[in-house]
């Protein structure tokens, strides 16, 4: 396998920490880039995540389950078995999907 030398730019910091990290790893950080870039090719895609930021609508709603989660309101379950889960719908009124 013939390896060439690519050249990139990217921020500093993100350089310094990612040298760290695979340092740790024991791996250069050439061995990460060109993993990656396998990676990549295996599966034509290249993923990006970011932080999940909900929109303030979606923000207000999660404040409210997360209140109901923390005074037990407005849960149910768990249920150990299909049966189970269908007896607490029929009680709310909701119709048995095999019905």
Do not use: C, Y
């Amino acid at each position: 396998m013939t390896q060439i030398p690519i050249t990139v730019k990217i921020d500093a910091d993100v350089k310094e920490q990612a040298q760290k990290l695979a340092q740790k790893l024991g791996l250069s950080l050439s061995t990460v880039v060109e993993n990656k870039l396998r990676e990549v090719v295996a599966e034509r895609r290249v993923i990006f995540e970011e932080e999940f930021i909900p929109n303030k609508k979606t923000a207000k709603e999660l404040e409210k389950i997360e209140d109901d989660i923390k005074t037990n309101r407005n849960l149910s379950g768990p249920f150990n078995t299909f049966d189970e889960l269908e007896r607490h719908l029929n009680s709310l009124g909701h119709a048995s999907p095999n019905t």
